[in-house]
């Protein structure tokens, strides 16, 4: 049982380049979410999934894009990343049906500087 | 959501009980405490939560003033792998919602030997 998986752990970006990062769960979890966070700053959630085939803004949505076309995967793409977007970010899924919908269960983040 | 007040700093010696406050001043009736901690930039990891009971489980212990203006987080027997960035968070608890979580800057607590 992995949990939540990122990939990459780490990319740096020239200004202007694009890329996708994606999520994975394997707990059945009908939310996900994607969260970036600054140095010594908690984190801010971008955008976030209540079920496959659909995607709502958070907190900081601009400059991102995502998609859920499978229950399982989030994706988050930056389509020409700034300078703005180096951050660290973290992907989290919660609530699989017929369980409490307590908590958000974190993957280990990835790393992004745009240079 | 209410928003929530931490220290930003706290020292713990190793084998005492850790005493994490915050202030939540402004929470309505239907919002839960939620308590995070982030270990040295790795993903956040749920501690517990509660509505108005103190509440206890493997972890920690959550005790939530009458007036549930502010809680307290306890690691009643503090090791060093507790050293992280611990969040209070307050939000509604519900049961169909997405967890949208407003973290703020959380205080950090050092345990040491």
């Known amino acids: 049982n992995a949990g939540v998986t990122q990939t990459p752990k780490f990319r740096v970006l020239k200004t202007g380049q694009s890329m996708t990062l994606l999520c994975a769960q394997d707990m059945n979890h009908e939310y996900m979410y994607w969260y970036r966070q600054d140095p010594g700053m908690g984190l801010r959630l971008i955008h976030y999934s209540v079920g496959e085939g659909t995607t709502a803004k958070g907190e900081v949505p601009d400059g991102y894009n995502v998609s859920r076309l499978k229950k399982q995967n989030f994706l988050l793409g930056l389509e020409s990343a700034a300078p703005s977007q180096t951050s660290v970010y973290f992907c989290a899924s919660s609530y699989a049906p017929g369980r409490m919908n307590t908590e958000a269960f974190f993957g280990q983040g990835t790393r992004l500087t745009v240079v | ?113």
Not at chain 2, 32 to 42: A, C, G, L, N
Not at chain 2, 99 to 106: M, N, S
């Open chain 2, 1 to 113: 959501d209410a928003k929530t007040t931490q220290p930003p700093s706290m020292d713990c010696a190793e084998g005492r009980a850790a005493n994490l406050p915050c202030n939540h001043s402004t929470i309505s009736g239907n919002e839960y405490v939620y308590w995070y901690r982030q270990i040295h930039s790795q993903g956040p990891q749920y501690i517990i939560h509660g509505l108005k009971n103190n509440e206890t489980n493997e972890m920690a212990s959550l005790i939530i003033t009458e007036d549930r203006k502010s809680s307290t987080l306890i690691l009643p027997h503090a090791t060093l792998r507790d050293t992280a960035v611990y969040y209070c968070i307050v939000r509604v608890d519900r049961n169909q919602g997405a967890q949208k979580l407003v973290f703020g800057q959380g205080t950090r607590l050092t345990i040491n030997p």
